[in-house]
Every structure is written in structure tokens, then in C-alpha cells.
């Protein structure tokens, strides 16, 4: 079952803050952040497990609710090569997760200066 | 450098031709991944491997088919049984619970 994803879209000026949910009917095991630019491969930005552990490698920042089974993306002072298409990816199952993530359709992010 | 690698950037396919798409990493994950993107669709899974010699179906498997003889390459072939085939093909590799890396993609259109 694929995750739901809010807002579809936001437009925003440069140094303004967004934030980007990820929804699931379904108990969540980890979730993943990706941000893909148009034609172009998606790039990674951020594991969330459950349990709480966060991994990542820019300056984004996530959260990772297991009660509401939602995570939330936070760009703060957005830069204008923060635009692009960002995606949550979900994973369901403990133990190895290699099975594969299931997508949300993406929140479309266009930042003007 | 390590990276993941897809071929080729574009591809055309006639009707009722089976087309394979190649993919190829050097990052040493034991997993790989093919995905299709639509416009407006998201990524859906249509193959899954874990380990060499084996491969599980994801969730739009039909029409496609992969082999996963070494650890490096996971090819995908589109076969004529797939109706509908033009779309965005993204090949993606990880170490078990980790980040996906993906590949260029391929696109393929029929023609």
C-alpha cells in the first residue's frame, strides 16, 4: 500500500521553511527520503528506523512518528537547489530490508528567489 | 569511482520486441532493485534481488523478467507480454537496511 505524501505541491521564496508528511496505513519499519531533480536519478537524503535512529547526510532534518506511522521532512531556509520532486519510500518489514521500499507519488517542491 | 551504472541513457522498442536494460554497480551491495516511474506515479518496484542467484517479484512484475548471475549486474528484460512499456527505468543497489543508489535510469519508449 503505498504511503501517502502531503502536500502534493508548495511553492516557496528562498529562506522560507517547509515541511513535507509521509503518511502509511501500514506499521513502519524505517523510512526514506529522496529528492530527484527533474530527469535526473533520485538522490538520497535521510533513513529513519524505527526505534528512533536517523541517518543522513545533509542539512535536512526528519522526523519519524511510530504511533501515527508518519514522518515529516524539514527544509529550513530553503535554498533554490532545494527544488525539485522529494519522495518518501517505505519499508514494513524488521530484519535485513532488502525487500524493496514502496513510494509515496512525491511532493513537488519549486523554490523562487 | 563507485557508482551505479545504467545502459543505455535511451532506448526504442518495436512492438512485440523484448528489449533488456543493463544495469551495473561496483559499490559491493548485495542488493538491487529495478523501478519504473510514470509521471505522477511515484517509483514502483518491479524486481528485487538479494542476493546472487536469486530474485523476488515487487509489486508490477508482469512483462518484465531479471537474472542475477553475478553480484555486480542485475539486467532487466522487457518482454512483448508488457503492454504498456514507455516509461522511466531506475536500476538502485543498497546494503541491507540502507540507503538505495541509484543509476541514471534508462528511458524507454515504443515506438
Known amino acids: 500500500q503505498q504511503p501517502v505524501q502531503s502536500p502534493q505541491a508548495v511553492i516557496l521564496r528562498e529562506g522560507e521553511d517547509a515541511v513535507i508528511n509521509c503518511s502509511s496505513s501500514?506499521?513502519?519499519?524505517?523510512v526514506h527520503w529522496y529528492r530527484q531533480k527533474h530527469g535526473e536519478a533520485p538522490v538520497f537524503l535521510m533513513i529513519?528506523?524505527?526505534?528512533?535512529e536517523q541517518k543522513g547526510h545533509e542539512k535536512i532534518s526528519a522526523s519519524f512518528n511510530e504511533k501515527k506511522q508518519q514522518s515529516s521532512l524539514y527544509l529550513t531556509a530553503s535554498q533554490l537547489s532545494y527544488s525539485g520532486t522529494y519522495f518518501c519510500?517505505?519499508?514494513?518489514?524488521?530484519?535485513?530490508?532488502?525487500?524493496?521500499?514502496?513510494f509515496g507519488k512525491g511532493t513537488h517542491l519549486i523554490i523562487q528567489p | 569511482d563507485g557508482g551505479i551504472t545504467q545502459s543505455p541513457k535511451y532506448l526504442f522498442r518495436k512492438e512485440g520486441q523484448n528489449v533488456t536494460l543493463s544495469c551495473e554497480q561496483n559499490?559491493?551491495?548485495?542488493?538491487m532493485y529495478w523501478y519504473r516511474q510514470d509521471p505522477g506515479q511515484g517509483l514502483r518496484l518491479i524486481y528485487y534481488?538479494?542476493?546472487?542467484?536469486?530474485?523476488q517479484k515487487g509489486d508490477i512484475a508482469e512483462g518484465y523478467s531479471v537474472s542475477r548471475e553475478k553480484k555486480e549486474s542485475f539486467p532487466l528484460t522487457v518482454t512483448s507480454a508488457q503492454k504498456n512499456p514507455t516509461a522511466f527505468y531506475l536500476c538502485?543497489?543498497?546494503?541491507?537496511?540502507?540507503?538505495?543508489?541509484f543509476g541514471q535510469g534508462t528511458r524507454l519508449t515504443v515506438v
Open positions: 538502485a543497489s543498497s546494503v541491507p537496511a540502507g540507503a538505495a543508489f
Open positions: 501500514k506499521a513502519l519499519y524505517s
Open positions: 529513519l528506523l524505527k526505534g528512533g
Open positions: 519510500g517505505t519499508n514494513w518489514q524488521s530484519g535485513g530490508g532488502a525487500d524493496g521500499l514502496t
Open positions: 559499490l559491493n551491495h548485495d542488493a
Open positions: 534481488s538479494q542476493i546472487v542467484n536469486d530474485f
